[in-house]
């Protein structure tokens, strides 16, 4: 079966599940905030006189838009798990780099839901990255995108199915299967109880997905599942606080630096997709605030740990990174050179939503517009 039907089909399941995700009525914070985190991308890579032919959206559409934070850094566990919880919390976190442990102190999602007493569907994480499990977000919605597609085909091979071949049909039962019965053993946890339940509702959402995903703009990798499943809960839930992770150019673990870079072109791309999406949605248009960061850079080149392959030095090409800010937070687009922590974004944004990180040790960013 061809990659692009896998992940159509996975699509189509996950926008189901979303579907019937939705929360009751409840207090929602004053602004809406998008967060979009990117693995680890290496400044000369992306904002670099030679590596901006890898970003043509970020660098030519939105940076004269942003507020663009030129030295953002990591001065924590450069593991992915352990910078979210550090961006998330306003606090550097120490816990397991794989995710068994939620992070040490309470995250935007709890303010959120503490504070301004909001739904559970106010507050949802949308990552293609399997390290970040749901406890990066205790209390939220997380939906791990690649993780159905895996747990799917796993059936398939594992002869759970009594279907005698492998075929478009025999994928989407097993997709419907694992969402229906098994999602929560694939890691996801789905906090909000169902509010889309007409049945003539639901079938005109899947049909209307079904002719989404199979267009000429369908999914045909991880990310691109990923920023489909986020758009679909952008577009049907509206929720208050989305955290959407790409992940593809972690490819370069593998060690091949073209598939790296196009990891980066297409993060750029989907960063552009997400924005301009938001702008086609009244309820996000005018009163959105996105976040682009990535988590950390990646080792320099030479390095004993083999360079681009790995983020684990403490060296500026792996600690010193960049932050982007666009909408409501940047009605005065500017480049701040100053040095900033990635930890101080919790803080800001929280002050954006109306509620107090009490427990971070981030500063609040002047430049943003509250």
């Known amino acids: ?64 838009q942003s507020l663009f934070y030129t030295e953002t850094w990591n001065e924590g566990v450069t593991s992915h798990f352990n910078t979210i919880s550090s961006i998330l919390t306003g606090v550097w976190q120490h816990v397991d780099d794989w995710g068994s ?49 895996v747990e799917a085909v796993e059936r398939i091979i594992r002869g759970y199915s009594a279907r005698a071949r492998l075929d478009r049909d025999m994928l989407l039962e097993e997709l ?40 000429p703009e369908g999914p045909t990798s991880g990310d691109e599942l990923t920023c489909f499943v986020a758009q679909e809960v952008l577009r049907r839930l509206s929720p208050s606080v989305l955290v959407v992770n790409f992940s593809d150019m972690e490819v ?30 009244a309820e996000y248009k005018n009163g959105v605030t996105m976040v682009i960061m990535s988590e950390f ?4 080149d030479g ?7 790995n983020h684990r030095s403490n060296t500026e090409s792996n600690r010193c ?22 930890i101080d974004l919790a803080p800001s944004l929280g002050a954006m939503l109306g509620v107090t990180c009490r427990q971070a040790e981030g500063k609040l960013l002047a430049e943003f517009k509250v």
């Open 1 to 64: 079966m061809r990659r692009r039907t896998l992940l159509e089909l996975a699509g189509l399941a996950a926008a189901s599940r979303i579907a019937a995700a939705g929360g009751p009525g409840g207090p929602k914070p004053a602004s809406k905030i998008v967060l979009v985190t990117l693995g680890g991308i290496r400044r000369q890579e992306s904002f670099s006189p030679d590596g901006v032919v890898n970003i043509p959206h970020l660098y030519g559409d939105l940076l004269p």
């Open 101 to 149: 442990q939620p992070p040490a102190h309470p995250t935007l999602f709890h303010y959120v839901q503490d504070q301004l007493g909001a739904s559970p569907a106010e507050t949802w994480v949308v990552t293609s990255n399997k390290a970040l499990t749901a406890n990066i977000g205790p209390g939220a919605n997380v939906i791990l995108s690649k993780q159905l597609l």
């Open 176 to 215: 419907t299967a694992v969402m229906q019965d098994d999602y929560e053993r694939i890691g996801w946890n789905v906090a909000s109880p169902s509010t889309i339940l007409n049945p003539e509702m639901k079938q005109a959402f899947m049909a209307a997905l079904a002719g989404f995903i199979r267009g």
């Open 252 to 281: 370069a673990h593998s060690g091949t630096y073209s598939l790296y870079l196009a990891g980066i072109r297409k993060a750029d791309r989907l960063v552009y997709r997400l924005w301009q999406f938001l702008q086609s949605l």
């Open 297 to 300: 850079g990646r080792d320099p």
């Open 303 to 309: 390095s004993s740990t083999n360079g681009f392959f």
């Open 321 to 342: 990174t960049w932050m982007m800010v666009l909408g409501q937070a940047a009605r005065r687009p500017a480049v701040i050179e100053r040095p900033v922590r990635q």
